[in-house]
């Protein structure tokens, strides 16, 4: 299966500040990430589904000028939290769709804002 | 949106002793997924199911499909200290590419 990577694993920040989550497909081209969101004791909930080369696909609810993405290879995908605050906080993770229906899910970068 | 239930929310047995988790979904599916989280981790894919089996082995898991029901169960035979963890079940959205996640039962195996 694939091999998925984050970056940061953790990352704490300051309210109003901008956070950089990165995403790597480390052996397998991916023209589909997806950005999950996981608070405390609860499920997976799917943000946004990010596309190479052109523009991500928002769920609703989900605000596209706080969270950016941009998946400029098919071996990178970013989320970049905007302006970040407290209620943000959470478990990011992404994940890569392999050859078969199975994805394949990166460890994590849990953020905290201060 | 999520599918819908997991059951139960929380399961706690002894090591040795079988471990059922249920899952229920609300749409049609082309398939359903199993998959592990250890705390705070990534998820761990476990076992996928097409709609149109109905049981499927893996090791030691074991997973049900019933789409008249719109219900998966897994279950984890012989269970040990190491298979604590959150277990979710998934299915493609109606696109066929995202993963809806279920509310996942929380597993603790005491030796």
């Known amino acids: 299966g694939a091999v998925v990577s984050q970056h940061p694993s953790w990352v704490i920040c300051k309210s109003g500040t901008s956070v950089k989550i990165e995403c790597r497909s480390l052996?397998?081209?991916?023209?589909?990430m997806f950005w999950y969101r996981q608070f405390p004791k609860q499920s997976l909930m799917l943000m946004a589904t990010?596309?190479?080369?052109?523009?991500?696909?928002?769920e609703q609810g989900v605000e596209k000028d706080k969270f950016l993405i941009n998946h400029a290879s098919l071996t990178l995908s970013t989320l970049t939290v905007t302006s970040a605050h407290p209620e943000d906080s959470s478990f990011y993770i992404c994940?890569?769709?392999?050859?078969?229906?199975?994805?394949?899910f990166g460890p994590g970068t849990r953020l905290l804002v201060l | 949106s999520q599918q819908g239930e997991e059951d139960p929310q929380a399961l706690s047995i002894q090591e040795g002793e079988n471990a059922t988790m249920n899952c229920s979904y609300k749409?049609?599916?082309?398939?359903l997924q199993w998959y592990r989280q250890n705390s705070g981790r990534g998820l761990v894919h476990l076992i996928l199911?097409?709609?149109?089996?109905r049981e499927k082995h893996s090791g030691r898991l074991r997973v049900t499909l019933d789409t008249s029901k719109k219900s998966s169960s897994l279950l984890i035979t012989a269970s040990r200290a190491a298979d604590t963890a959150s277990y979710f079940c998934?299915?493609?959205?109606?696109?066929?590419?995202?993963?809806?996640f279920g509310k996942g039962t929380t597993l603790s195996v005491s030796s």
């Open positions: 052996d397998f081209q991916a023209t589909t």
């Open positions: 199911i097409r709609s149109n089996e």
């Open positions: 998934a299915t493609d959205d109606q696109a066929g590419t995202a993963l809806i």
């Open positions: 749409t049609s599916i082309n398939n």
């Open positions: 990010s596309n190479e080369g052109s523009k991500a696909t928002y």
């Open positions: 994940s890569v769709q392999g050859r078969s229906e199975t994805q394949y």
